[in-house]
């Protein structure tokens, strides 16, 4: 659902996704793909407020793995919320008052492993940088990402605020439309984000080992996405990254909680399911686009894309995608 509004009031739109891709698409300032970690319904929903410079958003998804990039005009703070058992972004393990800060470019890799819940802020380049400034801290250069800690205090303050701004977008959206309301809005915004991180320390770095598992896993999906035109199997990932099958198993288990096997397979589910979306189906398309990505026995193929999307391959809604892909990695999932 969406509400259209003039230029200078307050826009809000909210909607839920049981598809992953649309899911990806629609986060706001960053270019992300979701892969789902649970077999069934993908579940998500997403609230964004657009408030002048700021965007926020409150969002819900069941477990997922998360590849992302920040636009590179922007800059975002993500604040998760709930229950964070088994959550790591970027190597680090989150903690219900950590902040993540996201410059312009930046990578992102979460992986939540069970339902989880998470707000965000982002504004321009110099909107941010005016921000740390009055903070006392210095700005993230572009293309880097970093953990805070907060006071739970301030993490908590900042995502009551825009817990309600979200949850007047979603009961009483004509609110939104008060005269003046954009400027206050604004001015409190700066205030909680300037208080929360004056306030916050930097995040201890992650340990080698934790480093080392996201940089196999990093380099694997990026082999993925120079080959993303036929399917990638665990033998030729373990000789193209120089890793043993043991090492690869762990960064992946560690990292993912799934075997690499699980993890390839279930992105060539993924890029079959995007081929299927945006082109008319037939029942030779299914059968092509199944071997095209590696699944030559049809009925394993039906029955496993049926577990992870909930429908079969000749039941797949049409619909074409679009702003999810990653820049310069065309065809990522």
């Known amino acids: 659902m969406s509400k259209l509004s003039r230029p200078d009031e307050i826009t809000c739109r909210i909607m839920s996704f049981s598809d992953a891709d649309e899911f990806a698409t629609a986060i706001s300032d960053a270019f992300c793909t979701t892969v789902p970690l649970v077999s069934g319904s993908f579940a998500a929903a997403i609230t964004q407020v657009q408030v002048g410079d700021f965007a926020l958003q409150r969002a819900s998804v ?49 992986v939540c492993k069970r339902t989880q819940a998470w707000s965000s802020i982002a504004c321009g380049a110099a909107e941010f940088e005016q921000l740390m400034e009055f903070a006392g801290m210095e700005c993230p250069s572009a293309g880097s990402g970093s953990i805070l800690v907060a006071p739970p205090s301030g993490a908590t303050t900042l995502v009551r605020g825009i817990g309600a701004l979200a949850e007047l977008a979603e009961t009483m959206p004509s609110v939104l439309r ?8 604004t001015e409190s915004l700066r205030e909680m984000l300037t208080q929360t991180l ?29 080959h993303i035109t036929r399917p990638i199997y665990t033998e030729e990932l373990c000789t193209a990254l120089g890793v043993s099958p043991r090492k690869l198993h762990n960064a992946f288990a560690s990292m993912y909680g799934i075997s690499p096997h699980a993890y390839l397979k279930r992105r060539r589910l993924m890029l079959a399911h995007q081929a299927l979306r945006t082109n008319a189906l037939s029942p030779h398309l299914v059968k092509s686009v199944a071997l095209a990505h590696g699944f030559w026995h049809l009925g394993n193929f039906a029955h496993d894309y049926r577990a992870l999307f909930g429908n079969m391959p000749s039941n797949t809604r049409p619909g074409a995608l679009c702003g999810g892909d990653l820049p310069g990695r065309e065809g990522d999932l």
């Open 62 to 110: 069941s477990a997922h793995i998360n590849h992302g990039l920040m636009h590179p005009d922007r800059y975002g703070v993500v604040l998760p919320t709930g229950d964070l058992t088994g959550a790591t972004v970027n190597g680090y393990s989150f903690a219900p008052s950590n902040l993540l800060i996201l410059a312009g470019g930046a990578d992102l890799e979460a």
């Open 178 to 185: 008060t005269a003046g309301l954009e400027q206050s809005v």
């Open 198 to 226: 004056v306030d916050a320390d930097r995040h201890p770095e992650p340990s080698l080992t934790a480093r080392d598992l996201l940089h196999v896993v990093n380099n694997a999906d990026g082999y993925l996405r120079e």
